[in-house]
């Protein structure tokens, strides 16, 4: 049987309002898959409640293990306008923010380190800006960054929140082609994304979301005018 990502009676409720309502769904790892939806859908709820950062009733499963016994296993790229870029921080020092957990706490960064960091940032273009504060840099350049931390992670499954946001056309084919070849390594990418006209050419897999499931499976299946009229409660174009 294929590994898989297992969503199991989730309902998510914010001051006595249900922001999710009874999702279900099963998805095969080794994909690239696109949770769509219109505004206020619950597509951000149900990435956090999968990973347990909001409470949630339901059960969620990755290859038959809880999320909370994968967390080194797991990385989280949340919407890249929900970061201080005021903070004075490098390009570089970001980066090695997703090695803490193998440098470990009051230990500096070693040789290996610094090539892993170097190594991310060049992989999305983005080594000659790796001692620049993060201030400096256009909404494309900082969605790199976050690309090449998630990168040095090297975790199994990821989620991302949005993360053509805001960037150029240059940024968006980039990342688009890392995911890719993430996604040919074997990794798993959830990914939250808006643009309906490219769900199709990107996505091996889209789960459509409307405070429930509206549809799952590959994106040539999902993506039919029936489906997306329930989901967005009015004709697509």
């Given at each position: 049987?294929?590994?898989?990502?297992?969503?199991?009676?989730?309902?998510?409720?914010?001051?006595?309002?249900?922001?999710?309502?009874?999702?279900?769904?099963?998805?095969?790892?080794?994909?690239?898959?696109?949770i769509?939806?219109?505004?206020g859908?619950?597509?951000?709820?149900?990435?956090?409640?999968?990973l347990?950062?909001i409470k949630?009733?339901?059960?969620?499963?990755?290859?038959?293990?809880?999320?909370?016994?994968?967390?080194?296993?797991?990385?989280?790229?949340?919407?890249?306008?929900?970061?201080?870029l005021?903070f004075?921080?490098?390009?570089?020092d970001v980066?090695?923010?997703?090695?803490?957990?193998?440098?470990?706490?009051?230990?500096?960064?070693?040789?290996?380190?610094?090539?892993?960091?170097?190594?991310?940032?060049?992989?999305?273009?983005?080594?000659?800006f790796?001692?620049?504060q993060?201030?400096?840099?256009?909404?494309?350049q900082?969605?790199?960054?976050?690309?090449?931390?998630?990168?040095?992670?090297?975790a199994?499954?990821?989620?991302?929140?949005?993360?053509?946001?805001?960037?150029?056309?240059?940024?968006?084919?980039k990342?688009?082609?890392?995911?890719?070849?993430?996604?040919?390594?074997g990794?798993?990418?959830?990914?939250?994304?808006?643009?309906l006209?490219?769900?199709?050419?990107?996505?091996d897999?889209?789960?459509?979301?409307n405070?429930?499931?509206?549809?799952?499976?590959?994106?040539t299946?999902?993506?039919t005018?029936?489906?997306?009229?329930?989901?967005?409660?009015?004709?697509?174009?």
């Open positions: 049987m294929n590994d898989m990502i297992t969503v199991k009676n989730m309902y998510v409720n914010y001051q006595g309002k249900k922001v999710l309502d009874d999702i279900n769904f099963e998805v095969s790892t080794g994909k690239l898959i696109g769509v939806g219109p505004n859908a619950g597509k951000s709820t149900l990435v956090k409640a999968m347990g950062l949630s009733s339901g059960e969620v499963y990755i290859n038959q293990q809880r999320p909370m016994d994968l967390v080194k296993k797991l990385t989280y790229m949340k919407q890249g306008s929900d970061y201080d005021t004075p921080i490098s390009v570089a980066v090695m923010l997703g090695l803490h957990s193998q440098i470990g706490l009051f230990k500096r960064p070693n040789k290996k380190h610094h090539a892993l960091v170097e190594a991310a940032l060049e992989r999305v273009e983005m080594l000659a790796k001692n620049r993060i201030a400096e840099l256009s909404g494309g900082w969605q790199r960054v976050l690309i090449a931390r998630i990168l040095v992670q090297d199994e499954v990821l989620f991302l929140d949005e993360p053509f946001t805001g960037i150029d056309a240059d940024s968006e084919r990342i688009i082609e890392i995911l890719r070849e993430l996604r040919d390594n990794k798993t990418i959830l990914m939250i994304y808006h643009h006209d490219s769900v199709t050419r990107y996505f897999e889209v789960i459509l979301i405070k429930t499931i509206i549809a799952y499976g590959s994106a299946e999902v993506f005018d029936d489906n997306l009229k329930k989901a967005y409660m009015r004709g697509v174009t």
